[in-house]
């Protein structure tokens, strides 16, 4: 791998990790941590060099006075220093510290290049653009407050050591955009501090949320459980554990019932009418599934077929499309049952789409059930109330 290839790799990297959304803190101060573990490398590394490119100005404008350029490369050493701290295994210092040494020694180092320049307007601007960035730095506001007075504190030190005077006209106006920038800063340190505070608790507030959602998503499952087991172990003999259960927000159930059962009970014994309506269920079974359905049972063991277990949107309409398959295989089983002199078969069908409740025993068909809601007897009601009409369509969310 080619030794760009790795840098823009590496910058790909951190600038996603800088992308990449905070978990939230315990407290205010380990959320700075955070943010400040971010920014500080980044920081750190473009201020390894910004000040050496003013070195050779320095010396053109004030060659005497060399104070200026142990101060700029001063700034290189804290930044490596801080790189190196930063990097150490287990960050044996915290982010915060650094981040608040870097930006105290910038702001007081730049002070006092001000000030032992004698307050020249070239250096003013230098020192009210270091001012106004300290807001940015995520940083305690005491700590910002602090260094924001320290700075102000060894410029007004240094330049009147070296006979600073804002007699002129110039002088002062320098004087009052630097008082400004300083008011200025102070007011946007305490106004991005509270927001970063504020940030902070609404984190903490959705997070709490969360894990509330998922205690009360607990509940409801052992309410569920705990409703449904009696009902589920008379099936299987052995409780149903709680990872069987699931809950689908949607879901068509198919209920079929076939008429003309009289009718085939005055023309074949009792075994051969248990034996024409196995036949009949596994007709059903064998159509439906071709058409995506599942095979289930309701609580009171009643046969009915689901669509969408597997996720699919349009569950209602592959229903649909099943049961009007099942009414054009009825017409050719029907005619053969005509030949054998048995009465044909009329299936009246029931259809509800909405919520419902799954369960998986194993070595047996799932059991679907409603709790809140009645889809599953939506559809075996209407499947036994609907008469010789093919269909009985039921959409239970409209009426829950």
Known sequence: MSLPTTVRDRVSRRWRSLRA?????????EDLD?????????????????????????????????????????????ALVVLVLARLP?????????????????????????????????????????????PAV????????????????VFLATGFVHSMAFATVHG??????????GAVSALLSYVMNTIRRQGWVQARQLLRQEAAHLRDADRIAALQTALLQPALARFEG??????????????????????????????VHAHGVRAEL????????????????????????????????????????????????LEAANLALSAERVTRGLPPWRP????????????????????????????VASAVLASATGGPVPVAAVDVREEN
């Not at 070239?122 to 270091?130: D, K, N, Q, R, S």
């Not at 149903?240 to 023309?267: F, Q, W």
């Open 21 to 29: 959304p905070l978990t939230p803190a315990l407290s205010f101060a």
């Open 34 to 78: 955070n943010q400040c573990r971010r920014v500080l490398v980044p920081g750190a590394v473009v201020c390894l060099t910004a000040w050496l490119p003013y070195l050779w100005l320095d010396r053109k404008l004030h060659p005497d006075l060399y104070a200026l350029q142990v101060l700029r490369v001063g700034l290189t050493v804290v």
């Open 90 to 134: 287990g960050q044996p210092v915290r982010p915060v510290a650094l981040s608040a040494a870097l930006m105290a020694y910038l702001q007081v180092a730049t002070a006092a290049i001000t000030g032992l320049s004698g307050g020249d307007s070239v250096y003013v601007g230098g020192f009210m653009f270091i001012i106004m960035v300290a």
């Open 138 to 153: 995520p940083l305690p506001l005491a700590v910002t407050w602090s260094s924001l007075g320290a700075s102000l504190a």
């Open 172 to 181: 002062r106006y320098s004087l009052n955009d630097l008082v400004m920038a």
């Open 238 to 267: 052995a409780p149903l554990a709680n990872d069987a259960l699931d809950h689908r927000p949607e879901l068509t159930v198919v209920a079929v019932d076939p008429e003309g059962l009289t009718e085939l009970a005055t023309l």
């Open 278 to 325: 196995d036949a009949w269920q596994r007709f059903v079974d064998s159509v439906l599934a071709g058409h995506g359905l599942v095979a289930c049972r309701a609580l009171d063991d009643t046969p009915v077929h689901v669509a969408g277990l597997d996720g699919r949107p349009d569950h209602a309409a592959q229903a649909q499309r099943a049961v009007a398959a």
């Open 348 to 375: 009246r069908v029931g259809l509800a789409s909405g919520p419902a409740l799954v369960a998986r025993p194993p070595a047996a068909l799932p059991v679907v059930w409603d709790l809140w809601h009645d889809t």
